[in-house]
């Protein structure tokens, strides 16, 4: 079975710094998708980046970027240039792509708290 | 505009009385799926759906019911509440599953925070 361990349970980045949550993931498959969710204390639930495990490049999205290595099974975010409205928790998150493992579902991480100092 | 509304977004209730967790979708997904999140646990996947009448368990299905006699609506049923289902609950839905349709986002409702005392 697949897992997600996010080993940071609390971040901290002074405005205008740069941050960056870990996530690792553990699968047997060869491919899947990777995904960034951030959650603001408003509880929704939004898409920060995605990955396709297929692709080498790693996935940029304005200020988020991730550093996806596949062989160590590692997918982190970076966040550049923080700002207030970054503060949220973030999860990391795994879909199988194909298979008979497919069933639609998104494997979580534990989430990361993060804050952002004025 | 294109989204998931699930309803109430609080419940408070007593353990043993049935509970309905309303799910609707507008976008036309094929895949529905309900989540709850808890501290330190991340989301679990409860039940998902592929398609209408097509039902299935997730990782945490105990004590939870849902059906999908329609396309739009996904409703998550407690028949008997019990404190340790307090919890945020997610209802997310997609495009089917289908070979390049994967990697479409799950799209969330809001969150139905419940409480069983």
């Known amino acids: 079975a697949q897992t997600v361990t996010q080993s940071q349970p609390e971040m901290s980045v002074q405005e205008a710094e740069t941050v960056t949550l870990s996530c690792t993931y553990d699968?047997?498959?060869?491919?899947?998708?990777l995904f960034w969710y951030k959650q603001p204390p408003s509880r929704q639930m939004i898409l920060v980046i995605r990955?396709?495990?297929?692709?080498?490049q790693n996935a940029t999205e304005n200020r988020f970027s991730v550093n996806f290595q596949k062989a160590a099974k590692s997918f982190s975010l970076k966040i550049s240039d923080s700002q207030l409205g970054d503060a949220a928790m973030y999860f990391c998150?795994?879909?199988?792509?194909?298979?008979?493992?497919?069933?639609?579902?998104?494997?979580f991480g534990q989430g990361t708290t993060l804050q952002v100092k004025p | 505009e294109a989204q998931v509304t699930q309803n109430p977004r609080y419940l408070i209730t007593v353990t043993g009385k049935k509970l309905t967790v309303t799910c609707s979708q507008n976008?036309?997904?094929?895949?529905m799926s309900w989540y709850r999140q808890d501290p330190g646990l991340g989301l679990r996947q409860i039940y998902y759906?592929?398609?209408?009448?097509?039902?299935d368990k997730g990782d945490v299905p105990e004590g939870y019911k849902v059906s999908r006699k329609e396309k739009r609506n996904f409703p998550l049923i407690l028949e008997s509440p019990s404190p340790n289902q307090t919890s945020l609950y997610f209802c997310?839905?997609?495009?089917?599953?289908?070979?390049?349709?994967?990697?479409?986002?799950?799209?969330f409702g809001n969150g139905t925070r419940l409480t069983v005392t």
């Open positions: 997310a839905s997609s495009f089917r599953r289908s070979a390049g349709q994967n990697n479409s986002p799950l799209h």
């Open positions: 699968t047997s498959e060869s491919d899947y998708y």
């Open positions: 759906s592929m398609n209408v009448e097509v039902t």
């Open positions: 998150a795994y879909r199988s792509a194909h298979g008979s493992s497919n069933t639609g579902k998104l494997i």
């Open positions: 990955q396709e495990a297929y692709k080498q």
């Open positions: 976008m036309n997904h094929e895949y």
